[in-house]
């Protein structure tokens, strides 16, 4: 079966520390792998998302940024926070072979407070 | 443009009693429909799925949903509720020839012992 490892769980940085969380699928080859940030009572923000390896289409211009080394592994990095970077961040992924009809599965998250 | 409505913020229901979560999409075509809960300080997990077919849709823990072309909407059911259903819920809608999905703002709900 397939599942998503998100990482850290929580995570308290101060103003302009670089930023790097992890995201790793197991049990699937060339998923669509997604960055969501979620803030209280709006939702969720799609950030990026990726359909391959070296591959990131970006949503929302900002001072994050994707990358996907390896075809399971996408890294959500800043080179300098921001207060406004604090919230919750989600990983998702969908069967590669599909489009939006395949349900996404979303990691446990990782809590960002920014000091 | 795709966009999908979830009109409640808030809903609280007694233990026991049925629910009914409402969302409301806006899209062209066919929509792909999804439901999602969320516990405090966790990730989404899917309830459910629509794609075509069958308009009433069963998925986990008891609940169903129900596409509605006319009324573009997709209601999340469930005819008995309990405590563990506290959460917050999801609508989100796929956007056809694209890998992105749309989701509403959440509706969260108390259920009252």
């Known amino acids: 079966s397939q599942t998503i490892h998100q990482w850290p769980a929580t995570l308290v940085q101060p103003v302009g520390s670089p930023l790097s969380l992890e995201c790793t699928v197991e049990g699937t080859s060339n998923p669509n792998l997604y960055w969501y940030r979620q803030a209280a009572g709006r939702g969720l923000q799609l950030l990026f998302y990726s359909v391959g390896i070296g591959q990131i289409s970006s949503e929302v211009p900002q001072n994050l940024s994707a990358s996907r080394p390896q075809d399971r592994q996408f890294i959500l990095s800043s080179k300098k926070l921001l207060l406004s970077d604090s919230g919750f961040y989600l990983c998702a992924w969908s069967i590669g072979t599909g489009g939006s009809n395949q349900p996404q599965h979303f990691g446990d998250g990782t809590r960002l407070s920014i000091l | 443009a795709q966009s999908v409505t979830q009109p409640d913020i808030h809903i609280t229901v007694s233990e026991g009693a049925s629910l009914e979560l409402r969302c409301n999409y806006s899209?062209?075509?066919?929509?792909?429909l999804f439901w999602y809960v969320q516990s405090p300080g966790q990730g989404l997990q899917l309830l459910l799925k629509?794609?075509?077919?069958?308009?009433l849709v069963q998925g986990i823990k008891g609940f169903e949903a129900e596409f509605k072309r006319s009324q573009s909407s997709f209601n999340l059911r469930k005819p008995s509720v309990h405590w563990s259903d506290a959460a917050e819920y999801f609508c989100a809608v796929g956007a056809s020839g694209t890998y992105k999905y749309i989701f509403g703002t959440g509706t969260r709900l108390k259920v009252l012992a």
């Open positions: 629509y794609f075509s077919g069958d308009t």
């Open positions: 899209y062209g075509a066919t929509p792909y």
